[in-house]
């Protein structure tokens, strides 16, 4: 069947996402965060014939997709896969039961500079402690990215500096809220294609996707993640193969939407405000995109393909 990788839709003046309306549920500050695929996540994941026994969210991150499906129920459980050992830490920790530990170095540690940088010099020992030194890395440093050379906020919000982002009975507070619901979370410190590839032959399994910007030649993921190596080519030929529904999330870049095309994709590129309130679109990707209504109509080429459509 001829369908266009970029469908028009009638709804021309569907209202734009704004990531401020969206409940907070990650303790992270992630470069890249999905805040603003949320309402898209309930209207996805609603449209399934049945709710997944998993969702998997194989690149964490601050996992906002993850944490909202258990939150809001819309996953049986939910399975989060992080190789950065940093932030791969921090999960181990709230899925170990240890989350109240933590919530209570956040709200006991008195944020300055001086007792910043004591504490970001002392060797951990256990995972418990990586995953402090973590929070307090991802809440004072420029747009909270744990890579190599990243430097402290100097004036921040409001000139606040390092304190500007630092909101520890707020912090405390997600962290619990994880903790009561941590029997729905599972964690794996591992690579996400080994985790694709377990559970690529299950129909119950759902999956989000939402790999490291490097595609189409962009440089931002050497600059804001630890491994940002990924195997773009690789990644859409394993999701063509999975059973299970999955959606993935891309930079809108040409060389994605030629991936997109290769592998019987559709796609929709989605409008949405980032904290500076500018107006951006990134691509929505899957094999079916006929739940996604309401899309603000974007400027894009039309390409005509052959979809394969996913065998009833």
Known sequence: MQISLFEDDDDAGAQVVNVASVPQRSPFRYP??????????????????????????????????ALTAAFEHLAQSVLLVELDAEVAAVWQTVVDGNAPWLAQQITG?????????????????STQETAFRTILKNRTVHGGILAQGSGFLKQGEG?????????????????????????????????????????????????????????????AGKRLYTHYELDHERLFALCAKMKG?????YDNADEVKDLAIKHGFMAKPIPMKNTHHAEMTELVIGKDLAWMTGVKRVAEPKVDYIAKRPSA
């Open 109 to 125: 540690f008195e944020m300055s500079l001086a007792n910043l940088q004591s504490a970001l010099a002392v060797e951990c020992t």
């Open 159 to 219: 000139g606040k500096g390092i304190a500007s982002r630092w909101y520890p009975e707020t912090l405390a507070k997600r962290l619990l809220d994880i903790h009561a619901i941590r029997d729905k979370i599972g964690f794996q410190h591992a690579d996400a294609f080994t985790v694709l590839e377990m559970h690529q032959d299950r129909e119950d399994v759902a999956f989000f996707i939402d790999p490291p910007y490097t595609a189409g030649g962009k440089s």
């Open 245 to 249: 529904a999955l959606i993935m999330t």
């Open 32 to 65: 890249g965060g999905k805040t603003w695929f949320i309402p898209r996540l309930r209207q996805w994941l609603y449209s399934l014939p049945a709710t997944p026994t998993v969702l998997v969210e194989p690149f964490a991150g601050g996992s906002i997709v």
